[in-house]
């Protein structure tokens, strides 16, 4: 099997330490080279639990990075910073795939859009692709078996730990103002609510809050339906969209968002019917660093160099203390 190189830029954060694990444990893949401008020179191994290698952080100048020979570069930078960087590869013509954490591609029809259990049938071998967003996985993948039913705007309730937030200061990472809190912030318009409510072609209405605890987040989707439904028949749908991907799990009870901490799927349940059979509650939750993020990532790098989607990804879970 052929070693493919991958390059990090922007790695300092919760989802590069996760993506590092998961690259380094890859059976094809090795890291080229993993860039942050604060940790240059340092050793990979001082910050990575569980990273055995001696790469060290890198700070190229973004015009080198189609010169250091990777075969697919991962752009873990925050909102409004890809843009320049993927012009450099465009300009020098490289044929490496470009894969996109953050929101500045997932609007772009030029980009593939990730999320492989709802679009990997539009996969044609495009080297330009967008993660999808933590929370915005988390609804897609809550919504999708009712589309063809639904009525009216979905509502949305999402709370996420901290480290959705990232690891630049703010009040939403500020473990002093969300102790016995729940903070609510972007309560409409936010960019995960416009990006469900384009790749699903309906409106979706999104509540974002941070929570306490670290990682983990859960979304509770309240859809209104065109017919009554049953439970049953509600749970057959789910079952039969799902039954094939193993990083999608429908269980009966609402699952928690404490025991989907360092999972590398996606847990459904709940399927709450009111008396009438045409409002259903759903509850959705997720590891917002990996399926969330690198897990996703690490799919979808897998879908382009035609590897089995899960290669590298753990079906178990990860021990925390060895993450």
Known sequence: MKTLRIGIV???????????????????????????RELAGRAL?????????????????????????????????????AGHIVQQFDDAGTDAVLLDLSADFRFDDGWYYGLPELTRTSYAGQRRISNPGCYATAMQLAL????????????????SGYSGAGTSPSDKNDVELLRDNLMPYALT??????????????????????????????????????????R???????RDRYAAEPLVQV???????SRIAHAHHVELGGFALADDGRRLVVV??????????????????????????????????VAPEAA
């Not at 922007?10 to 890291?31: N, T």
């Not at 999708?144 to 709370?159: E, I, N, R, S």
């Not at 269980?251 to 968002?257: L, M, Q, T």
């Open 10 to 36: 922007g790695a300092r954060g919760h989802v590069g330490a996760e993506l590092i694990r998961l690259v380094a444990g890859h059976p094809a893949f090795d890291l080229a080279f993993v860039t942050s």
């Open 45 to 81: 191994a001082e910050y990575i639990p569980g990273y055995a290698g001696d790469l060290a952080y890198t700070s190229p100048a973004y015009e080198a990075l189609p010169e250091l020979g990777a075969d697919a570069v991962v752009l873990a930078l925050p909102n409004g910073k």
């Open 144 to 159: 999708a078996p009712m589309l063809d039913v639904l009525a009216g705007p979905v509502q949305c309730f999402g709370v």
């Open 189 to 230: 318009g936010h960019v995960h609510e416009r990006e469900v409510t384009r790749h699903l072609g309906h409106p979706v209405e999104f509540m974002p809050h941070v929570a306490p605890h670290f990682r983990g987040l859960t979304i509770t989707a309240n859809l209104h339906l065109s017919r009554p439904f049953t």
């Open 232 to 238: 049953e028949a509600v749970l057959a749908r789910y």
């Open 251 to 257: 269980g009966d009870a609402a699952p928690w968002v």
């Open 284 to 317: 959705a939750t997720e590891d917002n660093l990996l399926k969330g993020a690198a897990t996703q990532a690490l799919q979808n790098l897998n879908l382009a160099f035609g590897f089995d989607e899960l290669a590298g990804i753990p079906l178990m879970r």
